[in-house]
DNA sequence: GGGGTAAATCTAACCCATAGATAAATGGTT
DNA sequence: AACCATTTATCTATGGGTTAGATTTACCCC
């Protein structure tokens, strides 16, 4: 498959997209100070306002007058233009989200999942159910909502008979959701999803290459380039988690040993803990985010206990460790953490993961490197598969070309 | 650093190097079959072509009649533009190797190299006695020469103080080499340059995204994503060979432990020997080279030497699961390997390689993965980095804005 | 009414690519 | 020699994008 070729049109497409990203960092804000934030002419400005307006994507908010000169017009993205949903199936729920039209979160529904989730029909009535349940919660028509964006995780490998690269290959699957749901559906994985939310929301548009790193259950990276997503030739870019940490090292949920996600997910935090103190009660939690926020507990003053310490520090290691992978490979600007093990962890074990990947990095590779807590709020993986969808439907209206997955 | 924006003029930049790239593959041909090849209308192809005309690049050579209808004219690049060095600072031996326009060689000149190299002064002074040599066998004036493109390896830490990120922390070095040289000058390191190599010589042009593996001594990655070389922040992206293959594995030469390079690369796989059959007198070779020729002679017909036989197995397995962690993290369409280790052992070791990949990479994720040896013929380092000062040399002249490595 | 200021729009110029029309250069036929 | 058919190369008008500078708009103040 060739390179594709840029076109004037993909020009304008980043510059809308530039406009939007501003707009939505700015909440409200003039023509002229998006000229100035985005850098593009006032002319240029003009145009694809212009464009967003007719488009019913941004509204006039109103007038503001200054001290002196002609009055100025406030803008900002249109919430009420409709809905859009976000939909993160993980592996103990499924989870709705509705946001308005500027992408704030309006209402949302979760559904328990356990194993019944392997089953292809009980997993799309989930979603259905999880999609109607934040519909009717938010008081949403069917008729607002401009598209459904789907974010199954790489472990639904039965879906497929395939592995992560769900998108790809669950194509018996979506005429079924499709059917189910009547209306516009984008489906993509977890680690697309968290860059795509990171590039909307966070430090993807300040830099031209953030990696955002997932942690939890399981573990990925979602990886921005140049102010786009990197997919890979069959969208499975990212599987990080996946990559290798000590040959031959510890089993692995996808069969093999020596994981990322074998040491730094939560399941491999509660194995560093059980060999550190066996029979130590936190290594028995048979929930995992149980088990993360018992960590979390056991680590307040002013007795913090000296086995889950010492798990975080080794924890830190091979986090650091697995990082200065990345560093080696794709040599980022910034890695941003995110994930139920940073929201609860984060204070004790951020700090440690700076160091470590500075150590662990080949050279001063990392010496620049920023290392930090994600700024995207809530559910990112929700956010992000959202904002796909968003991406989507104004692919569809012809406001952009540039950075719609392909073929989905 | 934000993100850089496309022009207009970038559009036209790349469709000349779509024109140069086609021109290369194709030695001589029409504007009419450059339309069909990169796809570009004639009208386009024509106005492309008279700026190469223009700029001396491109020659017409012939004309040529059909059996009917007008007679067309053959194109080609104009050899006699000027001529190119590149220069390979390896551990060993510092080659500088003469190239016209047209990239194809005319001369080469070598000059031993040994500790010596560490000493900046020595190090000047043997880049520029092999340039001059090599200018001298070609014959070739000073004032034809367009650019000089030198490649220095991660090993040249002291230089900087600091690490592979030679072309950013080598300044102080720079203004000696042009002083000493008297040409216009860009300094690279052997990863971008392979990767360049592959991009107009190989597999690049061809495919969305392909990483080029290089085996030898050193042992690391070029990362070619949708036509262009990926650097990372500090052009440090693709130091692949000191990513972890095992944590608190065998010592590197680095100063870390388990790094892919102490296991596939030359001294890496000699150890290998060494473990499997303490007392080999292969194991005991002294130079690397020497080593994996030696190595590949013991696996000749009729009786391979089963130690060896294993060592490739191994190595194969070591390989495959380095290149499994690209796999999961990149996703590339196709990996090529290119190397001195490759061109000696790639009958025995490739076909194994390709079964370890598949068998490590997560899931199927390798399915579709093409892996191969690269078709990039004799030193790729040092076409590759003569391609860079090519490409410099059209960015100075206003021929193309983009894929040029930036303040270097 | 005139002057000053700041926001928004207009205009002309620059850049790129292409569909279709036109010109150029043959060979073959009448 | 004139005409037709074919193929190559160039020309032309149109579509798309961005921006520097000019002009218009909408105020406030004297």
């Not at 920023?370 to 809530?378: M, P």
Request: net charge negative.
């Amino acid at each position: 498959m060739a390179p594709t070729r840029r076109t004037s049109r993909d020009i304008r497409s980043e510059s809308r997209l530039d406009v939007l990203h501003a707009l939505l960092a700015a909440g409200e804000t003039t023509r002229n100070e998006l000229a100035r934030t985005t850098g593009l002419s006032t002319a240029t400005v003009a145009t694809v306002v212009s464009d967003l307006l007719s488009g019913g994507i941004v509204t006039e908010a109103r007038v503001a007058s200054g001290r002196v000169g002609r009055p100025t017009t406030l803008l900002r993205l249109n919430q009420d233009r409709g809905r859009i949903v976000g939909v993160d199936v993980a592996e103990t729920y499924i989870r709705a989200v509705v946001f308005d039209a500027a992408l704030d979160e309006t209402a949302s529904a979760e559904i328990a999942a356990d194993e019944r989730h392997d089953e292809t029909e009980e997993v799309v009535d989930g979603i259905a159910r999880a999609v109607d349940a934040a519909l009717a919660q938010a008081g949403t028509p069917r008729g607002e909502v401009l598209g459904v964006g789907i974010s199954l995780p790489g472990s639904m490998q039965r879906w497929g008979g395939a592995a992560p690269v769900m998108p790809n290959a669950a194509w018996r699957h979506v005429d079924r959701l499709r059917e189910r749901l009547d209306l516009p559906i984008v489906i993509d994985n977890p680690l697309k999803a968290i860059a795509t939310a990171e590039l909307w929301f966070g430090e993807g548009r300040r830099h031209s290459s953030t990696i955002t790193v997932n942690l939890g259950t399981g573990v990925g990276a979602g990886i921005i380039l140049n102010g786009a997503i990197l997919r890979g030739a069959t969208n499975f870019a990212g599987e990080w988690g996946h990559s290798l940490l000590a040959l031959d090292g510890r089993a692995c949920r996808c069969g093999r040993n020596g994981c990322v996600e074998a040491y730094v997910g939560a399941l491999g935090i509660q194995q560093t803990l059980g060999a550190i103190a066996p029979g130590h009660p936190l290594a028995a939690v048979p929930l995992q985010r149980d088990f993360i926020d018992a960590l979390a507990a056991a680590l307040e003053p002013p007795e913090p206990d000296p086995a889950v310490t010492e798990t975080i520090r080794l924890t830190a290691r091979y986090l650091g460790a697995a990082l200065a992978d990345l560093v080696a490979i794709v040599n980022p600007e910034t890695i941003t953490l995110t994930g139920w093990t940073v929201w609860a962890l984060g204070d004790h074990l951020v700090p440690a993961v700076r160091r470590s990947v500075v150590e662990e990095a080949p050279g001063d590779a990392a010496a620049d490197l920023e290392v930090q807590v994600s700024t995207v709020r809530g559910n990112s993986v929700a956010t992000g598969i959202a904002t796909i969808a968003l991406e989507r439907f104004l692919s569809d209206v012809g406001l952009v070309t540039t950075r719609v997955p392909t073929a989905l």
